[in-house]
């Protein structure tokens, strides 16, 4: 960077805060940290122009972060990110912000914290170059105290991130400071960075036992004697706590152990993630310099080789699923409650367990899984030493990877969401001694760190075989073992997928747990359905070869019928999985629709077909097989859509449970009975259409459990508005995603509209994502216009910072408008 100089002939733009005193939270204790998000300055680089550098003459914008730049952008076919990348191009882009530093905060330890920025971050506070981090995906931490001017005078901090080589992702990464930043305000005797470890080793009904180990820093000249209580809370009430002397050296760290029993302890589980809080106060003279909180759980589980996964003395199923990281419309820059959003629709679906794949998460997904109870399997790399792309992080491994692996051990191992880590997703090297080699040191590296957890790698597959002829190669022993699997430096054998495989773990690896860290791969298109659902198809045929088949308009039918050439159908997997106990579960690739990876399509095609739900968060129909399978819930689900030709055989599937049998009706008339039979998870009947009414009942010893129908449509009419949450906060961040349902004058929803729709928002708040889910859209998600996908839309409204009424309209050229009233308070 061509900085010399610099501060003294840039215009200073952006918003003036001071901060100093730490603030005390609602619930008394005092928070360190407080956000550094708002008023950033940015600039896209234009290389030619620009030369990579900014100046006096540099165009600056204003804007909060998190923030990703790429999304912002237009799809191009030629974008160096491929349509593996989402066709959005990342470039190089620059941050700045100005601040100002409480006086009497200079004799305290000041640090600018931030949680991920893509990629190859580059920091400096007035002038002083303070650091570069390649990855993109890993929070930091940088302390700034020398470098600061406290008082009435300005401090500048700029942020340099360079995404400009690409490709460096298989799937959309984002660019950006693309997730929380924070400035973080000590006293020089405190608790360090990421510097409590939370364990329960001994855990009964009676009583658990806690440790804590505690790392201190004295950043004084001086040695200190000082006070450590540690205290456990149950939301506000006191549980016990535990005091120690300490006495540290100067400039020295110094760790501490600590031990306390809980009577009675409510236990994490997936039902009830019951949490504890431990606040760590150092003392010195009887006054209180440092409080340090720590949320953690209290819960026993192992991996047992025969009985699967133990959760607190009780088998449980892992029904997961894999999640990369972009939020649909909202690009890669995170949102509380865009993750929460996602999550809810998961855990209505039955899910229990989320896959970070393929990098260290969002620190908020973790803390949400925690409160929502998610068995979390947390993944560090996609690639290791040797390439997937051009730019990757391979080029980062040598001199990266262990300081990255020890930051994400050190930030995530007190979630009681995490059960597992994977050290690795479909590593080049897993056929090879050097793949062994490495895997031993990042095993190491993990325990050294995490001895509670099990670790895994997410590998394609621990066995390799022709598919096709399993049985007869297992029988004549003609099986390839996956160097890293067979090197039984895993304590479980991660699978992806080879679902053929699984009945064969235990004579292949006896005495180690299985889990399936990644399934399926089936595609889909919501709401688009081809006329016959008895054929099994695979595209492309192989995974190496350019897929030339396929529908017009690159769609996929959303019966569960299409497959990638490495997966199954959705319902393929789960029989084998729910047939096994010692089977312990599975992460399904992927719970969401996400941006890039279109498979098994190329341009036009920008975002994938593999999730469970769309990249508007709209379940597509194989949803409601997993909820009849994997919840208590009454579930009937009758589909395609009822708008086709006159005399057209449609192939109708129903998904259920808790009945013996369905009955199917249209405009009246029975069309037979249909009943599961043997492993069946749906049943089918063959029916002509007629325009009116189909209508499904469920019956359990004859008495009726649910009934629902489906109507022909008529032309599109009318729009109908309808907010997950009609309240939302007012405090610039909280989010209301609206769903945009196109519908005949009857109130119908037409199953095949796709208007275009524009919005318009009057009120403190706006517009920050469009969206309608269609792989093939190249329309902004940016915009205030989108076209439906099939009769639907979503629409996302972000809050100001003061209390409004926020009137949303959607309009569409020969249909009528629609409002919605959304309260921010």
């Known amino acids: ?113 931030f949680d991920g920025v893509y990629k190859n971050s580059e920091v400096w506070v007035n002038g002083h170059y303070l650091g570069k981090r390649p990855n993109g995906y890993i929070g930091f931490q940088y302390e700034i105290s020398p470098y600061l001017n406290y008082g009435d005078k300005n401090n500048e901090i700029i942020v340099k991130v360079d995404n400009s080589k690409q490709p460096n992702s298989r799937w959309y990464s984002g660019s950006g400071i693309f997730r929380n930043v924070w400035l973080e305000t000590t006293d020089k005797l405190h608790v360090g960075q990421w510097g409590t470890y939370v364990t329960t080793p001994k855990v009964t009904a009676e009583k658990a036992t806690v440790k804590f180990e505690t790392t201190i820093q004295n950043q004084n000249l001086t040695s200190k004697k000082a006070t450590v209580t540690t205290t456990i809370f149950k939301k506000d009430t006191k549980v016990t706590s535990v005091t120690q002397n300490i006495s540290i050296g100067a400039n020295a760290n110094q760790t501490i152990k600590q031990e306390a029993q809980v009577e009675t302890p409510i236990l994490w589980s997936v039902e009830t993630p019951e949490l504890y809080t431990a606040v760590t106060e150092i003392s010195v003279d009887d006054q209180i310099v440092d409080q340090y909180k720590t949320n953690f759980g209290i819960r ?258 959303a019966y569960d019928q299409v497959q990638a050439p490495w997966g199954s159908t959705h319902e393929a997997t789960w029989k084998v999985i729910k047939k096994h106990d010692y089977l312990s579960g599975m992460y399904i690739w992927t719970g969401f629709d996400y941006i890039g990876e279109p498979t098994p399509y190329e341009w036009p095609s920008i975002s994938s077909y593999f999730g469970i739900v769309d990249l508007a968060g709209f379940p597509k129909d194989v949803y409601y097989m997993y909820q009849s399978e994997w919840t208590d819930k009454d579930v009937l689900h009758i589909f395609p859509h009822w708008n086709w030709k006159a005399g057209q055989t449609v192939d109708v599937w129903a998904y259920y449970n808790h009945a013996d049998e369905v009955e199917l009706f249209l405009n009246g008339k029975s069309v037979g009975v249909r009943s599961k039979k043997g492993d069946d998870l749906h049943v089918m009947w063959k029916v002509p259409f007629q325009a009116g009414t189909l209508k499904a009942i469920s019956r359990k010893d004859g008495k009726t459990v649910l009934e629902t129908e489906i109507q022909t449509a008529g032309n599109p009419d009318n729009l109908k508005l309808t907010a997950d949450r009609s309240t939302i906060k007012a405090d610039g961040n909280d989010l209301s995603f609206v769903t945009v349902d196109i519908l005949d004058a009857k109130g119908v929803l037409v199953p095949k509209a796709n208007n275009e729709i524009s919005f318009s928002l009057k009120g403190n708040g706006k517009i920050v994502g469009v969206c309608s889910g269609d792989p093939v859209s190249h329309e902004s998600y940016k915009g205030t216009k989108h076209t439906a996908l099939n009769g639907k839309c979503l629409v996302v409204i972000q809050s100001g910072n003061k209390a409004d009424k926020l009137e949303l309209t959607a309009t569409a050229n020969g249909l009528k408008d629609a409002t919605i009233t959304i309260s921010a308070e």
């Not at 950033?40 to 923030?67: A, E, M, Q, Y």
């Not at 006086?103 to 305290?108: F, G, I, N």
Request: glycine residues 8%; hydrophobic residues 35%; contains cysteine.
């Open 300 to 557: 026993s589980f192992k991996f047992d080789v025969n009985k699967g996964f133990i959760l607190n003395g009780k088998q449980v199923k892992i029904k997961g699923v894999c999640m990369h990281h972009d939020l649909g419309p909202l690009g890669s820059a995170i949102n509380t409650r865009a993750i929460e959003r996602q999550l809810e629709i998961l855990k209505g679906m039955g899910v229990n367990g989320i896959r970070t794949s393929h990098n260290p998460p969002a620190p908020e997904l973790l803390d949400l899984c925690d409160k929502m109870g998610f068995i979390v399997m947390d993944e560090a790399f996609d690639m290791w030493k040797q390439s997937k792309t051009k730019y990757d992080y391979s080029n980062d491994w040598d001199k990266w990877h262990k300081i990255d692996l020890v930051d994400q051990l050190l930030r995530d191992r007190n979630h009681p969401s995490i059960f597992m880590w994977s050290i690795g997703n479909e590593i080049p090297e897993q056929w090879s001694e050097t793949g062994v080699i490495i895997a031993k040191e990042l095993a190491e590296i993990t325990r050294q760190y995490d001895k509670t957890r099990p670790i895994t790698a997410a590998m394609n597959p621990p066995v390799n075989m022709n598919i096709d002829e399993v049985t007869l190669q297992f029988e004549k022993n003609n099986v390839q073992f996956n160097a890293i699997a067979k090197s039984r430096v895993l304590d479980i054998i991660g699978y992806n997928y080879a679902h053929q495989t699984y009945e064969y773990h235990q004579k292949n690896f006896p005495g180690i747990p299985f889990i399936a860290t990644e399934t399926t791969s089936a595609l889909e298109t919501r709401g688009y359905y081809d006329t016959n659902s008895d054929s099994i198809k695979k595209w492309p045929v192989r995974w190496d070869l350019k897929f030339t088949d396929g529908n017009s308009g690159n769609t996929v039918s």
């Open 1 to 113: 960077m061509k900085y010399s100089n610099l501060l003294k002939t840039l215009i200073i733009f952006g918003f003036i805060a001071i901060f100093g005193c730490t603030k005390e939270n609602n619930d008394g204790f005092t928070s360190r940290k407080i956000s550094f998000n708002s008023d950033w300055s940015f600039h896209l680089s234009d290389s030619i122009i620009d030369k990579d550098t900014i100046g006096t003459n540099t165009k600056w914008r204003t804007l909060n972060v998190p923030h990703d730049w790429g999304v912002e952008g237009k799809f191009d076919e030629k974008s160096p990110a491929g349509f593996g990348g989402g066709a959005l191009t990342g470039g190089l882009g620059w941050y700045k912000k100005t601040f100002k530093v409480a006086a009497e905060d200079s004799t305290k330890v000041t640090s600018i914290i």
